[in-house]
């Protein structure tokens, strides 16, 4: 039996109906650390992002559209993350871009989403720049969800300054636009409250030996040591601080909230150590512990700090295209200015550049455990 190709049509959009197929798809761009120093990070964004998107698909999708997401080895490199979103743009068509967590990255973007006008949601980078161009700082396509550098070093800051009895510090950083702005905001808010910098050391993008530094610190004896490291240098870095059995305590910007130090934290090495992040997945209230039961059921780990930023940056994505009632890049980027999103830590809400001031909370170690002491506004 021969079909005429009006026939063929109809059977085919009878066979989407039954099988619950969705007619088209909106893809959400991402170019993020596949390998490199920091990939296990990247693995949580990718998982978080997944995680939104399976919920969102779950209900219908949006727009009677599926949701998909699209990565991009950016190894946390400019020059990778902005062929990663050229090809993102060329090839897959996507319909938005999210920032990548490096804001050396995120920062070498920017200018082609504004070229291209296409919005792109920042929820891991940090550095100022990105909120000061963004919005009514000229690029009218960036949006950031998470807490930037000063905002937390002004929060941590008063918290060191008025609980804290540090009077002499020393840095170590890493050597890009994070640990250069994180060292430079945290100055800024330390040095009029009394808190002098003894030092300051950077070191490489994946560094493993930090003997020499620990070294020098243990003969200065610091009050403290104020780190602005991620999670693989952090480990390193921690294994061979109990090593050479240092007490001074660790604060700034460490990432004590990693999965990769939680048995170094619980070694009771660390007692006193703090430090200020967006997100801890052990944080005791309702919504968070249901989120963190979902995540760690599928991906056999608890969510990291980028896990739940990726999951509420494409909830809220999600969000601004249905209320826009529109996949067109201008009708997302305006519902975008006008979405007040629900987050396990407040409502997220953009101000004129386009920067969301959700609460970020400041954690210690207090016998062998991080506790959440307070959820200070960004």
């Known amino acids: 039996m021969r079909l005429s190709i009006k026939s063929v049509i109809v059977l085919v959009g009878i066979c989407l109906t039954v099988s619950g197929a969705f007619a088209a798809e ?54 990778e993350a902005v062929a990663g979103t050229e090809k993102m743009l060329s090839r897959d068509q996507v319909a938005v871009l999210m920032g990548d967590i490096c804001s050396s990255a995120t920062l070498a973007m920017m200018p082609i989403v504004e070229r291209s006008k296409i919005p792109m949601l920042v929820t891991i980078s940090t550095h100022a720049g990105i909120t000061e161009k963004a919005g009514v700082g000229g690029n009218p396509w960036v949006f950031r969800t998470n807490p930037q550098d000063e905002a937390l070093a002004s929060a941590m800051g008063k918290y060191l300054a008025e609980k804290k009895p540090y009077k002499k510090v020393a840095y170590l950083a890493e050597d890009t636009d994070y640990g250069r702005a994180g060292v430079t905001a945290m100055q800024k808010e330390l040095d009029p409250k009394g808190i002098k910098t003894q030092s300051v050391d950077y070191f490489k993008k994946g560094e493993s030996d930090f003997v020499t530094f620990l070294t020098k610190v ?106 826009a009632g529109s996949t067109k890049p201008e009708a997302i980027r305006d519902a975008l200015k006008k979405t007040k999103g629900d987050s396990i830590l407040g409502t997220i809400q953009f101000d004129d550049h386009h920067q969301a001031h959700n609460q970020a909370m400041i954690l210690e170690v207090k016998k062998g455990r991080l506790e959440v002491l307070e959820l200070p506004p960004t």
């Not at 779950?58 to 599926?66: A, D, F, I, R, S």
């Not at 006193?272 to 919504?287: Q, R």
């Not at 989120?291 to 999600?318: C, I, N, R, S, W």
Request: glycine share 10%.
């Open 26 to 79: 909106i893809k959400i761009g991402f170019p993020g650390p596949v390998t490199g120093p920091v990939q296990f990070l990247g693995q949580h964004m990718k998982w978080g992002a997944e995680l939104a998107i399976e919920e969102i698909n779950e209900k219908g999708g949006v727009l009677g559209q599926k949701m998909t997401f699209v990565m991009e080895d950016s190894k946390c490199t400019a020059p």
């Open 218 to 323: 243990k003969g200065a004896e610091p009050d403290a040591l104020l780190l602005f490291m991620l999670d693989q240098e952090l480990q390193n870095f921690m294994r061979q601080y109990r090593q050479l059995g240092l007490k001074i305590p660790v604060t700034g910007r460490p990432a004590l909230v990693s999965t990769l130090v939680k048995d170094l934290i619980a070694s009771g090495a660390f007692e006193g150590s703090s430090t200020i992040y967006p997100y801890y997945a052990g944080h005791e209230n309702p919504p968070n512990k249901a989120f963190v039961e979902k995540y760690t059921k599928k991906y056999g780990q608890e969510p990291h700090f980028v896990g739940f930023e990726m999951y509420e940056g494409v909830k809220l994505l999600a969000q601004a295209i249905k209320e």
